[in-house]
């Protein structure tokens, strides 16, 4: 890879050379903010204010201020500086910080470090019931799942025994009859927690900590009381079926070799706050958290403690979903946070649209997630925000790797960093990263 780049580099400086009067003639207004407090981006930032053209550093000046950065360990590892603004995406991103009152805290993180296969588009073929087709069809297994035909093979034996382990359960009634007890309310694109087996902290497909309830029929929706095991038997009303599981593991340094091939992101959860209130029996609070898994935003302990919460500054475990029941596919993975087939039904894309894209008056917020601009959409006259919420160092540069422009270049963004860019003009604006020339996005003004 590094190879390449660095070929790469070369004709870029050839394409420079002689393609300078293709170069933008829009130029955005370009401003850099909030990576005060994160040492490696204040002097790194390239481009003038002055107007004076004054071409991209070569990437190994760029890796040069990127190995400055101080890098996380382990997978569990939150990054060594945190971000002064909230990044990233529940079930989106590799960190997500939030705020809470006065404070940034972080909430989530998921998958490994670097780069993660996530498979949440619609288009591809990573539900559960996909990917046994896939695997029952015999054709070549995409180059997007990152695994052999063998290990998709395993991977559809260990996702068949989490679909027999959930059905052992035909509804609630069966759930409490089996000792299972209820940990959350319904959760919007999730379902209902049901707990069965935490006694047991190690990853067995057929032997999953938590079941997923849900109703066909959007029954029993939103954060009132929906019904309890009592005495072996749920008070609610009947109607809800398991349409998946939760693992939950030992907090290993790394996240855990729990299913075959990449696609599964573990997560762990950060500066929880949970209150067993009477009414709801819900593990969790904040119900105006807009962007909290369930409404289990990450609050700090001062804040717990007024609402008579118990604040853990960390879960101790490695957490996963596992969609599988037919009639719930999820089409934005077997292994996503959020199944849009869960109430309250959605499409795949536009809820990762939903979650991913957050707008400000004026200001359009662009997640840099897992090595992805996404495509941004603005107004003239907006400011797109871009921020990393990845766990390496990213550019948001314009122009492209063969034909850089001097329009706007963030320099090295750390983790949390986050770069201004306005735009003035209406036209489709490309982008990129230097250190990672296969990243590239589009701005589109409008
Ligand atoms: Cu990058």
């Not at 420079?16 to 909030?34: H, R």
């Not at 093979?153 to 000792?179: F, P, R, T």
């Not at 030992?250 to 729990?258: F, K």
Request: aromatic share 8%; proline share 6%.
């Amino acid at each position: 890879m590094r190879r390449i780049a660095i070929v790469l580099v070369v004709l870029a400086v050839i394409a420079g050379a002689c393609g300078d009067d293709t170069a933008d003639d829009a130029t955005p207004d370009e401003t850099t903010t909030a990576p005060s407090g994160n040492d490696g981006g204040d002097d790194t930032t390239v481009g003038g204010d002055d107007g004076q053209p004054s071409g991209l550093p070569g990437l190994e000046d760029y890796e040069a201020v990127a190995a400055t950065l101080e890098q996380p360990e382990f997978d569990r590892d939150l990054p060594p500086q945190a971000p002064e603004s909230p990044i990233g995406a529940y079930g989106y991103s590799r960190y997500v910080y939030t705020q809470a009152g006065g404070e940034v805290v972080p909430s989530l993180i998921e998958g490994p470090l670097g780069y993660q296969t996530r498979c949440q588009e619609e288009a591809k073929d990573c539900s559960y019931q996909e990917l046994k087709a896939l695997y029952d069809s015999g054709d070549d297994v995409p180059s997007y799942l990152g695994m052999d035909r063998e290990t998709l093979g395993a991977l559809v034996g260990q996702l068949d025994a989490v679909n027999d382990a959930i059905h052992q359960y035909e509804d609630l009634d069966d759930a409490c009859a089996a000792g299972l007890w209820k940990s959350t309310n319904q959760i919007a694109n999730m379902g209902i927690h049901m707990i069965d087996g935490l006694e047991s902290n190690t990853f067995d497909p057929s032997r999953p900590q938590m079941v997923l309830f849900a109703s066909e029929d959007g029954l029993g929706l939103g954060a009132g009381e929906i019904g309890d095991c009592r005495n072996g038997e749920w008070t609610g009303a009947d109607g809800y079926v398991p349409v998946g599981a939760v693992f939950n593991v030992s907090l290993t340094p790394d996240h855990p070799d729990g299913f075959a091939g990449p696609i599964d992101n573990w997560h762990i959860h950060y500066n929880t706050c949970i209150s067993r209130s009477e009414e709801a029996g819900q593990l969790g609070v904040d119900d105006n958290a807009a962007v909290g898994e369930g409404g289990r935003a990450a609050t700090t302990s001062a804040v717990c403690r007024e609402q008579g919460g118990q604040f853990l500054p960390v879960i101790s475990s490695w957490m996963m979903h596992a969609y599988v029941a037919d009639g719930f596919e999820a089409e934005s993975g077997v292994f996503s946070m959020f199944n849009p087939s869960v109430w309250p039904l959605s499409d795949p894309d536009t809820l990762l649209d939903e979650r991913t894209s957050q707008v400000g008056p004026g200001v359009e917020s662009a997640q840099i997630l897992n090595f992805s601009f996404g495509d941004v959409r603005v107004g003239v006259g907006e400011t797109v925000r871009f921020a990393n919420s990845d766990s390496v160092p990213h550019t948001v540069t314009a122009g492209s790797f063969i034909e850089p422009s001097d329009a706007f270049d963030s320099g090295v963004l750390g983790t949390g960093q986050a770069f201004e860019v306005a735009f003035d003009a209406p036209g489709q604006y490309e982008l990129f990263c230097v250190l990672h020339p296969e990243m590239t996005g589009v701005v589109t003004v409008e």
